[in-house]
């Protein structure tokens, strides 16, 4: 494998975002060896319990749900909503595609829109089955190594997705909060309100909340607009992206996280939804929490607490909408995450078997 910038070289300071200012020996090799490996046994150990108490929850929720009700609610389903949902699914696919393009382009590197399309694909896919720690990340280390990424770039590269990532999270979930008709249980209210010695019993209000999510969606602009020399942190060089390239991070992860919501709830039986029923900000919030929630607690795939959480914000006052909400959960999982996971094996089996690559496949500047 070549290109102009190998996987074994540094990048070069004036055209990574990332770069490497200072570089240290490591004088004490074997006690850090057995920290990195108490760390990750008990990391491990943490994502474990968090999937136990997640599916403990959700097994109470359940109580009294019989395959029956489920059956109901996939009869009540009409098969032009399942259609539906699967064209969604395709076209969030391709606008992932946008994430990398992005990071990409403000790492001034160059490489094939067919390739980014895979990358994404089976990054944002195996992650969604497997985890990050376990699934998305270590596919796209592997399949942007082999086209001639150093371990830095795909580090950096990384890191400007997930900024991506939780810009149009915090958007979305700023602009439902303010201006969206949420429905949120009771529960759910409950649960946003403080206890403190100081200042007494407080509610955290969804406005408040929206306005803090919008308030960190303005600050990273202005911040891009504002200040356009690298930033050092602990020896490691930051650019932030151009105004113009942050508005578009904005765009597309809003994009990506409407697409997905709107899948979910094309997949709810339609006795179910309505304006006065489960409406679509409800389940925006809902799956924009779940997402929240999975990411970190690092839990793969969110097994459990995207399911206990969507019935936690969805579930009326009553037990006769569970049957259905499990109905469109195990929908969702099959549309959104195993279907496009098939996929991205594929993807993934023809990048290993495909041909070296070329110097002229990956290169640096645009």
Known sequence: MSSSNPPDSQPDPDRSPFTPSAMGADTGAPASSILNRLGDFFKFTAIIVVMIVALSYLSKKLKGVTWADVQRGFESLPASHIAIALFLVALNYLILTGYDWIAIRHMKKKLSLGRMMAGAIVGYASGNVLGWLFGGNLARYRMYSRWGFSTLEIIALISILSVTFWLGLFLLAG?????????????????????SKLFGSASLTQELLGLVFLAC????????????????????????????????????????????????????PPDIVGPDKINFSTVLIAYLTAQIAAVLTHVPGGYGILEAILFTFLEGPNDDTKGAILCAVILFRVVYYLIPFGVAAILFLINEYSPVDKATDVADGI
Request: glycine share 2%; hydrophobic share 60%; net charge positive.
């Open 217 to 268: 969606v303005a600050g990273y602009l202005t911040a891009c607009a504002l200040i356009r020399k690298p930033i050092t942190i602990r020896g490691l060089s930051v650019s932030l992206p151009p105004f113009s390239l942050s508005a578009m991070q904005l765009l597309v992860s809003a994009v990506d996280f409407l697409l997905a919501s709107l899948t979910l709830y094309m997949l709810l």
């Open 175 to 195: 602009v439902a909060f303010i201006a969206l008709p949420i429905h949120l249980p009771q529960s759910v209210v409950e649960m946003l309100k403080l206890e």
